[in-house]
């Protein structure tokens, strides 16, 4: 049984065993005690070494040097640096001195960690691994003294099983609200996962796969051995209820919930640990916020040289292309639309038009027919087209089309019925689609339309260009972008989707004056990030998440700002040229 890559990290997260995949602390660890093992087995056979040093003395300084030269060939990440700082804090104080108080050792670590790195606390797996590590901590602390092991081998697996029970139960419990802040997805079979995946990968898999480095012949050991592992987990991702996901919480729920599963995870008395429900209940089930009936919401979504759209009424979401492919294993859908409309609350997506067949508009939809594949597809894609076999709605697209959610008005003004689709250029068989709310809000998308086509446009239906929103024909080339067609279209602001930078030259130049010229101001997915729009005002995510990253250029009424924030840009897609 194999995984292909992309789809194996998403089994590892579904069953939450991200954690033991890569490349973790708890691998340093165990290979820190095994390389310990090794150097003071070899240092014992000589007489001189140990009257020079004690033999445990040098099998810990052995394992910490090699630990941290397994980290360093690792990448050195966030986990690994946090190994090293604690595996070297306590290295150093049982050799110079009385060892300090668990948790004092891990705030030590962590201002070191932050010393080394001061980026390393934007990343998740630096809150998550010094969460798990204190959590544990904190719950040992609170245990009352032990007794002496148990007599006999039955007894005393029973007792290890039992501590490792709790201890899963403690990081389950307790990172789970965590997990929720930074992914807004839990997985409901972590439990069982991670009781049979611990001791395989830990105590099985993990050595198999460092001792390969001898013999090849382990490494097809640990293969083998990993298949059934393997079977478990995708048997426990077919539960229909194998995960949780939940839209993005506001800040206030979010210290509730965390300070919820900190109460539910502590050993604690039971009167306490309650109180922790009812404070994470709120980031089980956050508020989802909707435009009300006779209004919608426009998500252009940042996906480097592409274009993907979300609208989003009282009750129904449709996406307008997916954006593009940025390798095999990863494109638009899986990193940004299905991650946008997670947070966003959207759990069903009703429509999904792809307006032409160019990778960069195409790119992501094989995510999203993965995710709904009954979703009701529109699309000029011809006969035969892949994607065609993973839609079981599918609709050619063509002018006339038109339907109404919730108050909302969707009309499709091109490709005209009937069109060729096959063995023509397929930017000239873009859908267009208009949406215009109760109060007369209007926006236009486009796709890849040219000159031809917008003049096809306002020959024949001029009346019905007229939109306050304009999503920038094929991203701001100079084939498209028309003065008449902009006259007709009267937008009080155009958006265009574009790569950092993009090969192509997109904006270009000339189109770029041409809106100047009609006082048009142009929103640009590389300055601004996704911009949102509502009835209540738009906004850039760049504008209300400011990263210190993000390049800020003077801005200018009316004008487009110079190349800003770094935005992926992709291959060269099928039919993107000048």
Known sequence: ???????????????????????????????????????????????????????????????????????????????????????????VLRSFGPPWPALLLCALTGALVTLLDPWAMLQPGFWLSFAAVALLMMADAAQPAVSPEPPGWRARLLLALRRAARAQWVITAGLAPLTLVLFQQISLVGLPANWVAVPVVTFVITPLALLGTLWPGFWTLAGWLLQPLLAWLQWLASWPA????????????????????????????WRLRLLGVPLALPLLWPAVPRPPVGEFELVAADV????????????????????????????????????????????????????????DHVGGAPALLARWPQV????????????????????????????????????????????????????????????????????????DLEA???HTLVVQSPALLASNVLLVPHHGSHTSSSEEFLRAVGPKVAVVQVGYRSRFGHPHPEVLARYQALSVPVVRSDHCGAWRWSANGATCTRDVQKRLWHWQGPAASGSVLPAAGAVVATDSPAGEHE
């Open 1 to 91: 049984m194999s995984i292909p890559n992309g789809k194996g990290w998403a089994l590892y997260r579904q069953t939450g065993i991200s954690h033991l995949i890569s490349i973790s602390g708890l691998h340093i660890t165990l290979f820190a005690a095994m390389a310990g093992l090794l150097v003071g087995a070899g240092w014992r056979r000589s007489v001189r070494l140990r009257h020079w040093l004690p033999a445990p003395v040098a099998a810990r300084w052995g394992g910490l040097v090699f630990a941290t030269l397994y980290a360093l060939m690792a990448g050195w990440g966030v986990p690994a640096q946090r190994t090293v700082c604690m595996l070297a804090l306590a290295v």
């Open 242 to 269: 194998a995960s949780w996901g939940v839209p993005e919480a506001t800040a206030l729920v979010m210290a509730f919930g965390l300070l919820g599963g900190l109460l539910l995870a502590l050993p604690l008395p």
């Open 304 to 359: 480097g040289q592409g274009s993907a759209v979300v609208i989003r009424t009282a009750h129904h979401t449709l996406v307008h292309d997916t954006g593009p492919r940025f390798s095999v294993d990863s494109d638009a859908g899986q990193r940004v639309l299905l991650p946008l409309l997670q947070a966003l609350g959207d759990t069903q997506l009703d429509t999904l038009v792809l307006s032409h067949r160019d990778l």
């Open 376 to 447: 009701h597809l529109l699309s000029s894609l011809e006969a035969g087209h892949p994607l065609l076999a993973q839609a079981v709605h599918h609709e050619t697209c063509a002018a006339g089309q038109q339907w109404d959610w919730d108050g909302v008005h969707f009309q499709m003004l091109f490709p005209a019925p009937g069109a060729q689709l096959v063995g023509v250029k397929p930017n000239t068989v873009s859908c267009v689609l208009k949406v215009i709310d109760a109060v007369g809000r209007s926006a236009l998308l486009t796709g």
């Open 452 to 454: 031809a086509q917008e």
